[in-house]
């Protein structure tokens, strides 16, 4: 039997709900236990795969998944749509096909931590995937309201904090080092997890363009995850460096 598009839909909106708790079930769980990769990598997770390969295998389905239904759904060809499936695209291509060759001496993912990542990715692929190319209606004119083009903005300046701060991360380290030092510049004056808080604008900038369920559960989620990994690291810093600024927050600038 062929599943109806009203099926689908409530498919769609039951993963979405599944998305958020399985964001708040993880920040939960990330109060004990740091999310084991990087720095807090541990062989209890599974046998240690090479940082590189493990983040491009692990990020591809987010970027083929779409990709396929791209190409097969009712809605690809609309432009809000058209659009929108290719922010989320892109910024996997950047995750899955530049990010992991860029990095610098990464410590090795667990194995778990891996095939986590890795479901993440089908499962999210799926549902932003799905909804953006067969489902999300838009009004004439969409590209001109002022949700779209607030979110839209939201969504570039985002990636471009997330990027950006990745890159002097990346660049804290000479060739061969392996240690950590306190970060400096662009956003991280203000926060520890400079790039976390640019990958969250990012999502929630994307919901706001996008308006669909899915896209705001991918965004909570990503609040729950990378806000969670985001206090570690600053205690870790405090931890660490005696020296390490007092007046940094931890995620967002001058607030928390
Ligand atoms: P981290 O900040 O933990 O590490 C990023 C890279 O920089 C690693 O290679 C790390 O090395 C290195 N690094 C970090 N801090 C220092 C330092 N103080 N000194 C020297 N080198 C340092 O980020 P993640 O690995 O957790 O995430 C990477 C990207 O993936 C981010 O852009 C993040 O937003 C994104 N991401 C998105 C998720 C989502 O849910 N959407 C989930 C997870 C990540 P090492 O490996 O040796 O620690």
Same mark, same amino acid.
């Given at each position: 039997?062929?599943?109806?598009?009203?099926?689908?839909?409530? &498919?769609?909106?039951?993963?979405?709900?599944?998305?958020?708790?399985?964001?708040?079930?993880?920040?939960?769980?990330?109060?004990?236990?740091?999310?084991?990769?990087?720095?807090?990598?541990?062989?209890?997770?599974?046998?240690?795969?090479?940082?590189?390969?493990?983040?491009?295998?692990?990020?591809?389905?987010?970027?083929?998944?779409?990709? !396929?239904?791209?190409?097969?759904?009712?809605? !690809? *060809?609309?432009?809000?749509?058209?659009? &929108?499936?290719?922010?989320?695209?892109?910024?996997?291509?950047?995750?899955?096909?530049?990010?992991?060759?860029?990095?610098?001496?990464?410590?090795? #993912?667990?194995?778990? #931590?891996?095939?986590?990542?890795?479901?993440?990715?089908?499962?999210?692929?799926?549902?932003? *995937?799905?909804?953006?190319?067969?489902?999300?209606?838009?009004?004439?004119?969409?590209?001109?309201?002022?949700?779209?083009?607030?979110?839209?903005?939201?969504?570039?300046?985002?990636?471009?904090?997330?990027?950006?701060?990745?890159?002097?991360?990346?660049?804290?380290?000479?060739?061969?080092? #392996?240690?950590?030092?306190?970060?400096?510049?662009?956003?991280?004056?203000?926060?520890?997890? !400079?790039?976390?808080?640019?990958?969250?604008?990012?999502?929630?900038?994307?919901?706001?363009?996008?308006? #669909?369920?899915?896209?705001? !559960?991918?965004? &909570?989620?990503?609040?729950?995850?990378?806000?969670?990994?985001?206090?570690?690291?600053?205690?870790?810093?405090?931890?660490?460096?005696?020296?390490?600024?007092?007046?940094?927050?931890?995620?967002?600038?001058?607030?928390?």
């Amino acid at each position: 039997r062929r599943v109806s598009g009203a099926e689908e839909r409530r &498919l769609l909106e039951l993963l979405a709900y599944g998305l958020v708790a399985l964001g708040a079930g993880s920040a939960l769980l990330l109060r004990f236990v740091p999310m084991p990769y990087g720095r807090y990598s541990s062989p209890r997770f599974g046998c240690p795969l090479p940082a590189r390969p493990a983040w491009a295998l692990q990020e591809l389905p987010s970027l083929l998944v779409p990709l !396929a239904l791209a190409a097969c759904g009712a809605a !690809a *060809g609309r432009w809000p749509n058209r659009l &929108l499936l290719g922010g989320f695209v892109l910024h996997y291509l950047h995750r899955a096909l530049i990010f992991p060759f860029l990095i610098r001496q990464g410590k090795p #993912t667990p194995f778990f #931590t891996f095939l986590l990542a890795l479901l993440f990715c089908v499962y999210n692929g799926y549902l932003q *995937g799905r909804s953006l190319s067969n489902y999300a209606e838009y009004p004439s004119g969409w590209l001109k309201d002022p949700c779209f083009i607030a979110g839209f903005i939201g969504w570039l300046v985002g990636m471009a904090i997330n990027i950006h701060s990745d890159h002097i991360l990346r660049n804290l380290r000479k060739p061969g080092e #392996t240690g950590y030092k306190i970060p400096r510049g662009g956003m991280f004056e203000y926060v520890s997890g !400079a790039n976390f808080f640019g990958e969250i604008l990012e999502w929630f900038g994307f919901a706001l363009a996008c308006c #669909t369920i899915e896209s705001l !559960a991918f965004a &909570l989620c990503t609040l729950f995850i990378l806000g969670s990994r985001a206090k570690q690291h600053h205690q870790w810093y405090l931890e660490k460096f005696e020296d390490y600024p007092k007046d940094r927050k931890i995620l967002i600038p001058f607030v928390y």
